[in-house]
């Protein structure tokens, strides 16, 4: 079956410094609780990679294409945004991808 989701799915992956890895879970965690109160947010996962912990990825699942706009006005991701800019070891890298399964409905 054809699907055209209007969902958008983006993984942001993020190296830390080192001696910023417990720093930057407190931080992204309260960040990701705070955004999954926003209506456009379907999810939004904090995953640290097993056999590097330095590096994170953010899985965030928006429910249409105008809500990662909406989600960079709020207070929460501004505080984030400047909180976790000193302990990143290179700029993150975001990659977009359409949802295929499961339906949109079921998120």
């Given at each position: 079956?054809?699907?055209?989701?209007?969902?958008?799915?983006?993984?942001?992956?993020?190296?830390?410094?080192?001696e910023f890895v417990e720093a930057f879970k407190q931080a992204t965690t309260e960040n990701a609780a705070q955004s999954l109160q926003e209506?456009?947010?379907a999810r939004f996962d904090v995953v640290q990679q097993q056999d590097d912990p330095t590096r994170f990825v953010l899985v965030e699942a928006?429910?249409?294409?105008?809500?990662p706009a909406a989600h960079k006005q709020t207070a929460h991701y501004a505080k984030w945004r400047d909180a976790v800019a000193p302990?990143?070891?290179?700029?993150?890298?975001?990659?977009?991808?359409?949802?295929?399964f499961p339906e949109d409905n079921a998120w």
């Open positions: 079956m054809l699907h055209t989701a209007a969902m958008l799915v983006v993984h942001v992956h993020v190296h830390v410094k080192p209506p456009g947010v928006y429910r249409d294409e105008g809500a302990m990143m070891a290179e700029p993150r890298r975001i990659v977009k991808y359409r949802n295929v």
